[in-house]
């Protein structure tokens, strides 16, 4: 079962007095047995925890369909990394217009691409091959 929580920390303003409030939210996945146990442990840390249904997947939110994640996925790694795509393009040997049209999904970054770009980008070249 997968649930999804959203965790706020109430932080104290010295010169101000007023409450700074942080939220995150983090998706569960675990037996629901020990979901009480799990949300005591995330109370004693000081955090409070709201049951949050109104969570969207990323995939769905984004509109990014499984198709189109190797290329996401390349525009996110060069970002990460604060290439240009001529840098990067440099730096693995292909051209920056098929890194573009990489990005784009207009053309597949294949087994061997994907080893250059994973090796210049310091990922997994699975990320960059279609499932």
Do not use: Y
Not at 40 to 69: C, H, M, Y
Not at 115 to 127: G, Q, S, T
């Amino acid at each position: 079962m997968t649930e999804a929580l959203t965790l706020s920390r109430s932080l104290m303003l010295a010169h101000t007095k007023k409450p700074l409030t942080e939220s995150i939210t983090i998706c569960l996945t675990g037996p629901v047995r020990r979901k009480e146990e799990l949300l005591n442990k995330i109370a004693d840390t000081g955090f409070s925890v709201r049951e949050d249904s109104a969570s969207v997947p990323w995939r769905e939110a984004l509109n990014v369909s499984q198709q189109d994640l190797p290329g996401a996925f390349l525009a996110g790694a060069r970002f990460r990394e604060g290439l240009t795509q001529e840098q990067l393009a440099a730096a693995t040997g292909i051209p920056r217009r098929h890194i573009s049209e990489m990005e784009n999904n207009k053309r597949p970054i294949g087994k061997k691409n994907a080893r250059k770009l994973a090796e210049a980008l310091h990922v997994d070249p699975r990320v960059f091959l279609s499932a």
